[in-house]
């Protein structure tokens, strides 16, 4: 029930859910990862901390519960627990499927602000394990990139560091570039301003983030936070959350004035200038409402679905890192294929069956004759 509520937006409401189930079984480790989840894309941080350090004390090796542990330490400034945090779950989960490669990242920026550098050179050296595994992924190699930066301050080879963060800020306005990225790129940048390093160009780079992303408290404050060691730029990040609710504001009141043709192109334009999915979103929906006061009403959704293009995939809720595949509250059922069907090794595992070599969260994998399917609540 509260996964089906965050889902519909009742993020409020699923923490009170939450909260009750967690009244009748303190020990229900999966209700904290929900509760966490819901605590964070209400922008409750300080709370998501204490809860998903809850369920790390519940089930020390999982490594899914360690990575929302240390990335949450990260975001909140507490690189000490992220270096504690992350560094375990590096050891025991690297090779797992359930390890997300951002926690990687994200120990290297603990790392560098300890001024560790074997530290840094112990997660280059795994990038470049994970890069061979890998070769095709450009996620992966965006967060090697990143590293890699990061190791350049650290060796003060300035002028590489500058030429690598230009690169990226060239892709900021592509497709590909999610959000995840864009936290990255502005602890990047953090770091490059705290460094003392003149790079004319960061004050903008950081705001267009900001302008992009800046769509719900939760996400507005894990960018902002992600750059919180130049509180400059934090602050400029919640300057565009303030941006973007007034642009929303001024649509909606043209269209109230009887002029919905008006409201959604200013929206429009102004998504054509931010790639705000927010204002996107409104767009559509003034369209979809008031499509019989509008004239030009095809050309107008034309127009909206080569913005959606240009976009890419945009979240609508904070989260930290990628979606686990492993789905608290979900079930997964294990059906045969018809590719397999005739395999040796395509029999059915016995009731209860667990592979040798899952993890504490659940199975790692599924057998190589099985195929999951996940079900999720439907709100």
């Known amino acids: 029930m509260a996964r089906a509520q965050i889902e519909s937006g009742q993020a409020s409401?699923?923490?009170?859910?939450?909260?009750?189930?967690?009244?009748?079984?303190?020990?229900?480790?999966?209700?904290?990862?929900?509760?966490?989840?819901?605590q964070v894309e209400l922008g409750n941080f300080s709370q998501a901390i204490e809860t998903y350090r809850t369920a790390s004390n519940l089930t020390p090796d999982s490594v899914v519960r360690l990575q929302?542990?240390?990335?949450?330490?990260?975001?909140?400034?507490?690189?000490?627990?992220?270096?504690?945090?992350?560094?375990?779950?590096?050891?025991l989960g690297i090779d797992s499927k359930l390890f997300d490669f951002q926690s990687l990242v994200l120990l290297t920026f603990s790392y560098f602000a300890d001024n560790d550098r074997k530290g840094i050179e112990r997660c280059m050296a795994d990038f470049a394990r994970i890069l061979?595994?890998?070769?095709?992924?450009?996620?992966?190699?965006?967060?090697?990139?990143?590293?890699?930066?990061?190791?350049?301050?650290?060796?003060r080879q300035f002028a590489q560091a500058v030429t690598s963060v230009r690169d990226?800020?060239?892709?900021?306005?592509?497709?590909?570039?999610?959000?995840?990225?864009?936290c990255n790129m502005a602890s990047l940048l953090a770091v490059l301003a705290v460094t003392s390093i003149d790079l004319s160009d960061g004050e903008n780079w950081v705001r267009a983030l900001g302008m992009r992303y800046a769509n719900t408290r939760g996400l507005t404050e894990l960018l902002a936070n992600a750059c919180n060691s130049h509180p400059?730029?934090?602050?400029?990040?919640?300057?565009?959350?303030v941006h973007i609710n007034k642009s929303a504001e001024l649509a909606m009141a043209k269209s109230l004035a009887g002029d919905p043709t008006g409201a959604v192109q200013q929206l429009l334009d102004e998504v054509d200038r931010t790639l705000n999915s927010k204002l996107l979103d409104m767009s559509q929906q003034v369209l979809l409402r008031q499509r019989a006061r509008i004239p030009t009403a095809?050309?107008?959704?034309?127009n909206i679905t080569v913005l959606r293009q240009r976009m890419g995939t945009t979240p609508t809720r904070a989260i930290l890192g990628q979606e686990s595949e492993r789905t608290p509250g979900g079930v997964a059922l294990r059906i045969r294929t018809a590719a397999t069907e005739d395999s040796p090794r395509s029999a059915m595992?016995?009731?209860?069956?667990?592979?040798?070599?899952?993890?504490?969260?659940?199975?790692?994998?599924?057998?190589?004759?099985?195929?999951?399917?996940?079900?999720?609540?439907?709100?």
Do not use: C, W
């Open 298 to 302: 095809d050309a107008l959704q034309d």
């Open 168 to 182: 990226m800020a060239d892709e900021i306005g592509l497709p590909s570039f999610d959000f995840e990225a864009a």
């Open 132 to 155: 061979e595994r890998h070769q095709s992924s450009a996620r992966v190699k965006r967060f090697a990139a990143v590293a890699n930066t990061l190791q350049l301050i650290q060796q």
């Open 13 to 38: 409401r699923a923490v009170t859910t939450l909260q009750e189930l967690i009244g009748e079984d303190s020990a229900f480790a999966d209700a904290y990862d929900v509760l966490g989840r819901a």
């Open 232 to 241: 400059p730029y934090s602050a400029i990040v919640r300057e565009s959350l």
């Open 68 to 91: 929302k542990l240390g990335m949450m330490s990260y975001y909140m400034g507490d690189r000490t627990t992220a270096v504690k945090v992350l560094a375990r779950a590096v050891i």
């Open 349 to 379: 595992p016995a009731a209860g069956a667990v592979p040798a070599d899952a993890d504490a969260d659940g199975p790692d994998e599924p057998p190589d004759a099985a195929a999951f399917l996940r079900l999720r609540p439907i709100p």
